[in-house]
């Protein structure tokens, strides 16, 4: 198999996703821009991806899907903890322990970014012994950081004619000890507003472009340094430092390869340890079955194995996506795209689009029995699709956002509805290297969180779950294990696992009731964005 490519795929939040800059703003492309041509010339595309959205966190969602979200190519995949995982020593290790091998299978590199403030020594301890299991892992020093900041030009310190002479990415980046802030004019400088001034997510607390170039650059010199690295190994192919033996760089890679294949089963054979806090994922929750029985804290079936290294296959709606951009979710595979500009995948309506077809004279009728549930429809981040503003407010005519909250919709006003998944596209591509492929049968969904936690009026979530029939395969499901604030296990009479369908396949079918009994005029909603087969 040829590889001819190599792919950074980075993780994490509105400041790592770009918010509040121009759409290629962002450290995983200034990264690629400025490697690219040096890769090309030994044959590699040597692609950034940015895979970071706002408000997300790195479990349970992003962490049980990587493969859909970062790409089945991803070389190297990293998050950037800079506004997540306070006071949850377990979020970064289970994130990295699902990179590690046995739940990605192209065995991409961890690297961690933004790893600083308390609980950095507790993070670079977690990435060390994720390595002494066999997963290689990177990180970004604060310390490298601090310093690279502290070599820029202190602005306040430069004359009008000094300051004019300063490279444009050095320009008002550091003013005294404040970066990207404070006088002569760090803070004013701080975003590009050549074009699309008036954009989203233009926040004191989002990094300017500035910022996301020098990380760019950071990563963009370590990647080339570490091609040269192997160009020089190829080119004496040492294979053994201490005898001085030559041998055939075919030789020298199945050396390397079988390095690296013991380190990936070290990795899987590991004991799993993680914090024991772990467990702070899936809270008590009261359940009653038929007997009346009550009181489970964790199913005794959800191991942390489970949730940390079994395979598992998703269907979300999320952007981005590579499994959007391939055309997965939609039930077909488009190879040649690689970003949202060059994919032909499925958009969705607006929601408001969605409530005038069902509040309309022309509604579709209401599908009262299960075999007449049609399916759910994809729902756009009605917010965030949309380009930038010019000063007085018009349309700029550039897109600013990679990161859209899109979803799966179902109703009161549609009556049963229904999705099936892993859809055919989706099987075939993500089962293939695994052609023991068997789920356990562990169905994870979750809903869209609400901004700053205010939801809309009509909205149902996991919070009044009681008010959603759902069934699985036609098995009745009857509660749910919390995993985090925004997603659940479904639980059916017997327990947590559902046997698939003759395909490997899951039927949900979903029908909302009424959001309040006394304001039935009101569209009771969910807004579902992922569904996970473990």
Same mark, same amino acid.
């Given at each position: &198999?040829?590889?001819?490519?190599?792919?950074?795929?980075?993780? *994490?939040?509105?400041?790592?996703a770009?918010?509040?800059?121009?759409?290629?703003?962002?450290?995983?492309?200034?990264?690629e821009?400025?490697?690219?041509?040096?890769?090309?010339?030994v044959?590699?595309?040597?692609i950034?991806r940015? =895979?970071?959205?706002?408000?997300m966190?790195t479990?349970?969602?992003v962490?049980m899907?990587?493969?859909?979200?970062?790409?089945?190519?991803?070389?190297?995949?990293?998050?950037?903890?800079?506004m997540?995982e306070?006071?949850?020593?377990?979020?970064?290790?289970?994130y990295?322990?699902? !990179?590690?091998?046995?739940?990605?299978r192209?065995?991409? !590199?961890?690297a *961690?970014?933004?790893?600083?403030?308390?609980e950095?020594?507790r993070?670079?301890?977690?990435?060390?012994?994720?390595?002494e299991w066999?997963?290689t892992?990177?990180?970004?020093?604060?310390?490298t950081q601090?310093?690279?900041?502290?070599?820029?030009?202190?602005m306040?310190?430069l004359?009008?004619?000094?300051?004019?002479?300063?490279?444009?990415?050095?320009?008002?980046?550091?003013?005294k000890?404040?970066?990207?802030?404070?006088?002569?004019?760090?803070?004013d400088?701080?975003y590009?507003?050549? !074009?699309?001034p008036n954009?989203? *997510?233009m926040?004191?607390?989002?990094?300017?472009?500035?910022w996301?170039? =020098?990380?760019?650059?950071?990563?963009a010199l370590f990647?080339?340094?570490?091609l040269?690295?192997?160009l020089?190994?190829?080119?004496?192919?040492?294979a053994?430092?201490?005898?001085?033996?030559?041998?055939?760089?075919?030789?020298?890679?199945?050396?390397?390869k079988g390095?690296?294949?013991? +380190?990936?089963?070290?990795?899987?054979?590991s004991?799993?340890?993680?914090?024991t806090?772990?467990?702070e994922l899936m809270?008590?929750?009261?359940?009653?079955?038929?007997?009346n029985?009550?009181?489970?804290?964790v199913?005794?079936?959800?191991?942390p194995?489970?949730?940390?290294r079994?395979?598992? !296959?998703?269907?979300?709606?999320?952007?981005?996506?590579?499994s959007?951009?391939?055309?997965?979710f939609?039930?077909?595979?488009?190879?040649?795209a690689k970003?949202?500009?060059?994919? $032909?995948m499925?958009?969705?309506i607006?929601f408001?689009a969605?409530?005038?077809?069902?509040?309309?004279?022309?509604?579709?009728?209401?599908?009262? =029995?299960e +075999?007449?549930?049609?399916?759910?429809?994809?729902?756009?981040?009605?917010?965030?699709?949309? =380009? *930038?503003k010019? &000063?007085?407010g018009?349309?700029?005519?550039?897109?600013?956002?990679?990161?859209f909250k899109?979803?799966?919709s179902?109703?009161?006003? +549609?009556?049963?509805?229904?999705?099936?998944?892993?859809n055919?596209a989706?099987? &075939?591509?993500? $089962?293939q290297?695994r052609?023991?492929?068997k789920?356990?049968?562990?169905?994870?969904?979750?809903?869209?969180?609400?901004d700053?936690?205010?939801?809309?009026?009509?909205?149902?979530?996991?919070?009044?779950?009681?008010?959603?029939?759902?069934?699985?395969?036609?098995?009745?499901?009857?509660d749910?294990?919390?995993?985090?604030? @925004?997603c659940?296990?479904?639980r059916?009479?017997?327990?947590l696992?559902?046997?698939?369908d003759?395909?490997?396949?899951?039927?949900?079918?979903?029908?909302?009731?009424?959001w @309040?009994?006394?304001?039935?005029?009101?569209?009771?909603?969910?807004?579902?964005?992922?569904?996970?087969?473990?």
């Amino acid at each position: &198999e040829l590889y001819d490519s190599v792919v950074w795929a980075s993780g *994490g939040h509105s400041a790592a996703a770009g918010h509040g800059n121009l759409l290629h703003e962002n450290y995983p492309e200034y990264m690629e821009r400025l490697a690219k041509d040096v890769f090309h010339s030994v044959g590699l595309d040597l692609i950034g991806r940015n =895979n970071a959205m706002g408000g997300m966190d790195t479990v349970p969602e992003v962490a049980m899907c990587l493969e859909a979200k970062m790409g089945l190519d991803a070389d190297i995949i990293s998050w950037d903890s800079g506004m997540t995982e306070g006071g949850h020593p377990y979020k970064l290790p289970l994130y990295a322990n699902r !990179i590690g091998g046995s739940s990605h299978r192209n065995r991409p !590199i961890f690297a *961690g970014i933004q790893m600083c403030g308390n609980e950095q020594v507790r993070k670079i301890q977690s990435l060390k012994e994720l390595q002494e299991w066999g997963l290689t892992t990177l990180y970004f020093p604060c310390t490298t950081q601090t310093a690279m900041h502290d070599s820029y030009p202190d602005m306040s310190a430069l004359s009008g004619e000094q300051a004019e002479q300063v490279a444009p990415y050095a320009a008002y980046f550091r003013c005294k000890d404040m970066i990207e802030d404070g006088e002569p004019r760090c803070k004013d400088m701080k975003y590009n507003t050549t !074009i699309c001034p008036n954009r989203f *997510g233009m926040a004191s607390w989002h990094p300017g472009w500035k910022w996301h170039a =020098n990380v760019g650059h950071a990563m963009a010199l370590f990647m080339v340094d570490s091609l040269v690295e192997a160009l020089e190994d190829l080119t004496f192919a040492k294979a053994n430092k201490v005898t001085g033996e030559t041998y055939d760089p075919r030789k020298l890679f199945e050396i390397l390869k079988g390095q690296d294949d013991k +380190d990936y089963q070290t990795f899987k054979e590991s004991a799993l340890e993680l914090p024991t806090n772990l467990y702070e994922l899936m809270p008590q929750e009261p359940f009653a079955n038929k007997n009346n029985e009550e009181g489970y804290v964790v199913d005794p079936a959800l191991k942390p194995w489970i949730l940390a290294r079994a395979p598992s !296959i998703c269907h979300s709606a999320f952007l981005p996506s590579q499994s959007r951009y391939l055309g997965l979710f939609d039930g077909r595979l488009n190879r040649g795209a690689k970003t949202m500009e060059e994919t $032909k995948m499925e958009e969705g309506i607006t929601f408001q689009a969605l409530k005038e077809l069902l509040q309309g004279e022309n509604a579709p009728p209401v599908a009262h =029995n299960e +075999d007449q549930a049609r399916p759910m429809k994809l729902v756009q981040d009605g917010n965030l699709h949309v =380009n *930038g503003k010019n &000063e007085d407010g018009s349309d700029c005519g550039h897109p600013v956002l990679y990161d859209f909250k899109d979803w799966m919709s179902s109703t009161n006003k +549609d009556g049963w509805t229904f999705v099936k998944f892993p859809n055919q596209a989706e099987l &075939e591509y993500y $089962k293939q290297p695994r052609q023991d492929y068997k789920p356990r049968g562990f169905i994870m969904m979750c809903f869209l969180r609400c901004d700053w936690g205010k939801c809309p009026a009509g909205e149902i979530n996991l919070e009044t779950f009681d008010k959603l029939d759902v069934r699985l395969n036609g098995i009745r499901v009857v509660d749910k294990q919390l995993v985090g604030s @925004d997603c659940a296990f479904l639980r059916h009479e017997r327990g947590l696992s559902f046997d698939a369908d003759e395909n490997g396949q899951y039927e949900l079918k979903l029908r909302v009731g009424l959001w @309040d009994n006394e304001q039935p005029d009101v569209l009771s909603f969910v807004r579902i964005t992922t569904l996970v087969v473990v």
